[in-house]
């Protein structure tokens, strides 16, 4: 694609990937503005949004682009923060990252660049679009495609993901041939838009801790965890006055604020149908086998979609318990057609 000229807004985040991204892009000769996103933070825990926009800020300056600050806490409060707190609530297992591209970043920062005159936008995802397809990225450790099943497909088309053909250490080789003042900043691992503060700490902040007992698949208790809400179904706990593990949550009872733990991660279950809610699909044909992710890099389901498109129906044995709330993502080859919720 020629993009000369072209007026594409870059989503600046103040890490590495986005810095990148701006520089490949007004290398191709577009007309590119840097767009900082500010989100909702929550009150008394710490946040690195204000370095993050400096860091944001510097990169705008070393490109000589113009840069503005989008205040999308509204969004993102609504979207991601109230949707989080309310799936624990109810012991599913969401996906913050999920709703944080279809309500923030393909939602309230689509929109203002529409509504400034911008063709595209961009971001420094990894992950590629073909003619209106979405695709994973080159780099299948890196693969970002998995969080992006929910973006608008308005949205998508109108998208750019210059990283997507790029490995990760050669962003950070391009980085330094650039001379951008962040090519050495460490990547954030936390949840989208909060920095280094992690799913676990934001809960316990929201939450507080509600010790409980942890049982086996016998009921006999085989140590205490911290609270039933801060932890999702087949994800690692740590127990106090347990045998040593790892334990892994099989199920929770919020009521009794109770799980059953086992040291197997992995279990055979019988085939089941997979029913989605939520659905958001890309291409209109959707015949014939599909692989699905139900977690990032989690494992592949091969099998086939229902006639209305709301289950996916494995071929073969489930390898783990899948939980309610996570999102069903599913693909044809490399290219992400869609998805839904599981229910």
Known sequence: MDLRGKRIFVGLSGGVDSAV????????GASVAGVFIKGWY??????????DRKDAMRVAAKLQIPFTTLDASEEYKRGVI?????EYKAGRTPNPDVMCNREVKFGAFFRFAEEKGADFIATGHYAQTENGKLLRGVDLAK???????AVPKKALLKTIFPLGNTKKDETRVLAKAFSLPNAVKKDSQGICFLGSISVEDFLKNEFGSAPGDAIDATGVIVGQHSGVLLHTLGSRIPLENAPPGPWYVMRKDVEKNQLMVSKERMTTSDTKDLVLTETNWFSDSLEGP???QFRYHGPILVGTLSADRHTFIPATPLSEPLAAGQSLVVYRGDELVGGGILA
């Open 21 to 28: 991204t701006a520089a490949l892009l007004q290398k191709q």
């Open 82 to 86: 109230d949707y989080l707190l309310a």
């Open 290 to 292: 599909l692989s699905a």
């Open 42 to 51: 929550p009150p008394g825990m710490p946040c690195t949004w204000s370095e």
């Open 143 to 149: 693969d970002q495609s998995y969080f992006l099943w």
